[in-house]
Structure formats: C-alpha cells, structure tokens
C-alpha cells in the first residue's frame, strides 16, 4: 500500500499568508506614496525634493509589481487604504518615513525568506534593497536637517 502526503492544506495556509502579506505590503507602500507626496512639498530644496521624489516613484513601482501578484493569486484587484497617517511636519515626516522604511526591510526579508516561489523572492528581495536605500537617504536628510 502506497502513502501519499496530502500538502493541500498546507499550500493553502502558504497561500493565505501571501494574499495576506501582499495586503500588508499594498496598504504600506500606498500610505508611503501619499506621505511622500507630502513631504516632498515640504523639502528645503529642489535636490531634497526630487530625492523624495524618486523614492515616491519606487514605491509606486512597489505598489504595482505587489498588486499585480495579488491579481494573479486572488483573480480580483487589491483596494490599497491609507493606513499610516503622516506626520505634519517636516522634520517629523522624515523620522517616521526612516522608521517605516526599517521596519518594511524586515517585513520585505521575511516574506522573501517564506516563499518558495522565486518571482515572489526576488520581488520582495528588491523591493527591501530599495526600502534600505530609502531609509539612508531619509536618515541624511534627518541628519542634515539638524
């Protein structure tokens, strides 16, 4: 007689954290994409402020490459929510996108370390180099604001 694993469940559950992940990481590079927004308006300079920029435009390039993964696991289309809200100020704004840029590395490993799926490795693996680029970038403004 022959027994056969049944990994069904457990392919679910991998599944489930993903979509579950991939909301996450939706909703945080969404948020960023509107804090940026306005701290971009807030930067001392034009080269301080195309910086910001850029990094705005990573993170939509984020959002887009994390939504389009959604789609193909879940057949529908993510609804990104704003559910970090920014700073008013400056300097304030530029702690907390330091603070967030951190903590989305981590997140962005450990979802790379969880996953079998290469694309979804690599995807993630990419987007938590650029969030360390982001977050020393954030960190030199911080520090040559003071």
């Known amino acids: 007689m022959f027994y056969y694993a049944d990994y069904s ?18 909703n945080g590079e969404y948020s960023a994409i509107q804090c940026y ?7 001392p300079t034009d080269k301080v402020r195309e910086r910001i920029r850029e990094i705005r435009r990573d993170e939509k390039r984020h959002l ?9 696991l879940t057949g529908s289309q ?19 996108a ?3 840029e951190q903590e989305t590395v981590d997140f962005y490993l450990t979802v ?6 290469l694309f979804v490795k690599d995807a993630f693996r990419r987007a938590a180099a650029d969030e360390q680029n982001h977050a ?5 403004f911080l520090m040559s604001a003071k």
Request: glycine share 2%; hydrophobic share 35%.
């Open 112 to 117: 790379a370390d969880e996953t079998s799926n």
């Open 136 to 140: 020393v970038w954030f960190l030199y």
């Open 78 to 96: 993510p609804k990104p929510k704003d559910t970090e809200a920014c700073p008013d100020t400056y300097l304030r704004g530029l702690e907390f």
């Open 98 to 100: 330091l603070e967030d």
């Open 64 to 72: 887009q490459v994390f939504s389009q993964m959604y789609t193909n």
């Open 37 to 43: 927004a306005k701290l971009a308006e807030r930067a």
């Open 9 to 26: 469940g457990e392919l679910m559950r991998q599944q489930n954290k993903l979509v579950s992940d991939l909301e996450k990481a939706i």
